[in-house]
């Protein structure tokens, strides 16, 4: 599968495209959807001022949101929620459950968290 990754924290988006790749997925850091190609997936920090206007663009081209936010930072998650994307996360749950939330795009869309 391909996956885009909004992050502009390089330790996350490096961290992020070796675990896409380790996986056996394509993955490229994006700052805007292209217009030239599609992806599966993508992942979104809640934390980057882009992601209310980057989440309606995706779901629009049927692209897969997964966006993330520290497990404290509640009013974060609360704004994945009130942007209906498919898959909300904490920042852990990306780090060690990723395998398990990519499995959940094969199944049909509904959001989560």
């Known amino acids: ?4 990754v909004f992050e502009s924290n390089l330790m996350w ?3 992020l495209l070796q675990s896409f790749r380790g996986l056996g997925h ?3 850091v994006q700052s805007s959807v292209p217009e030239d190609e599609l992806a599966d997936g993508a992942i979104i ?6 992601a209310q206007l980057l989440v309606p663009d995706l779901k629009q081209l049927g692209v897969f949101v997964i966006a993330h936010a520290g497990h404290k930072e509640k009013e974060l998650l609360d704004l994945g929620k009130d942007l209906e994307v498919d898959r909300l996360a904490t920042n852990s749950e990306l780090t060690y459950k990723l395998p398990q939330i ?3 795009l094969r199944k049909p869309h509904s ?3």
């Open 102 to 104: 990519l499995e959940e």
């Open 111 to 113: 959001t989560q968290s």
């Open 26 to 28: 394509e993955a490229s």
């Open 45 to 50: 920090n809640l934390g980057d001022p882009k």
């Open 13 to 15: 988006s490096s961290r």
């Open 1 to 4: 599968m391909k996956f885009w």
